[in-house]
């Protein structure tokens, strides 16, 4: 109980922008916990409030605490915090079975496009998450035909009409066809053009072409239709961040961390942060 009074106290710092104060409560936490998943919490509240050296510390002791059989949701937690490599590492010492998705969308992440379609490949009932990640290893390795064949069942396995609308609009962009695209999309909206998924699937679509302008509208119709949609928060911060909004970001990444902990949208949003302001 006094760890979630404590990591409830270290959200509120951090959301009222005392950040120095939050970073000493973490370091605090970290210190005195031995919970794989209350250090999990303690680097995604530090990633989402930009604070390295406290992802580092917690990363650290989670590696060298015993895990038991949660190395699976350890490792899915690190990947949300964009730690691919030592998530890698969980799983591959671990001795859990049924990991062959969650090993391939870890190996899609460092760039091993080869090998991640082979861990998909080798798992006997791939999960959705393993389905997208092997639609996304199959566009990289260039088997377009294959990789739009895939994407475009995936509600048939349990996908949103968001999450099955983006495989297939990024499946199609990667095969050079952005009119195909384009009117997939204008037949979903047509469909239905209040829906938070499809306005959210517009903004993802347009920010990908790098119309900043355009994804921003069609980002906050999908939030007003469903303030928790977290693809069209995360668009739309990172139109915040093209604006230079870097301020307002932080703010949505935060929102989804609260929603969601350990979200890897929040993540993406800060990391999106860091690297912009830093080349400013």
């Known amino acids: 109980m006094e760890k979630n009074a404590a990591l409830k106290g270290i959200e509120a710092k951090i959301i009222e922008g005392r950040t120095e104060e939050a970073f000493l409560m973490i370091s605090e936490l970290i210190s005195c916990s031995d919970d794989p998943f209350t250090l999990l919490t303690c680097a995604s509240l530090s990633s989402t409030a930009g604070h390295r050296g406290g992802v580092k510390a917690a990363v650290s002791k989670i590696l060298r605490t015993p895990l038991g059989g949660r190395a699976a949701e350890v490792a899915a937690g690190l990947a949300g915090i964009g730690c691919f490599s030592e998530a890698l590492d969980v799983i591959r010492s671990s001795n859990e079975k049924g990991c062959a998705s969650l090993e391939a969308s870890l190996l899609l992440a460092l760039g091993r496009c080869g090998e991640a379609l082979e861990a998909a490949d080798r798992a006997s009932e791939l999960s959705l998450p393993g389905r997208i990640v092997r639609v996304e290893a199959l566009s990289a390795l260039g088997r377009h035909d294959e990789a739009v ?20 609009c990024a499946a199609l962009l990667s095969a050079d066809r952005p009119k195909d695209a384009k009117n997939y999309l204008s037949e979903m909206l047509k469909a239905d053009k209040n829906s938070a998924d499809y306005n959210a699937l517009a903004a993802y679509v347009f920010w990908v072409q790098g119309k900043t302008t355009a994804a921003a509208s069609y980002a906050a119709k999908a939030v007003q239709a469903d303030n928790g949609h977290t693809g069209a928060m995360e668009t739309l911060a990172l139109c915040m961040i093209d604006k230079g909004r870097y301020r307002d970001a932080k703010i949505v990444a935060g929102a989804i961390n609260e929603k969601s902990p350990g979200n890897p949208a929040a993540h993406r949003i800060i990391e999106a942060c860091i690297a912009r302001e830093s080349a400013v």
Request: aromatic content about 16%.
């Open 149 to 168: 064949r895939i994407a475009k069942d995936l509600e048939a396995y349990g996908a949103t009409a968001y999450e099955a609308g983006r495989c297939y």
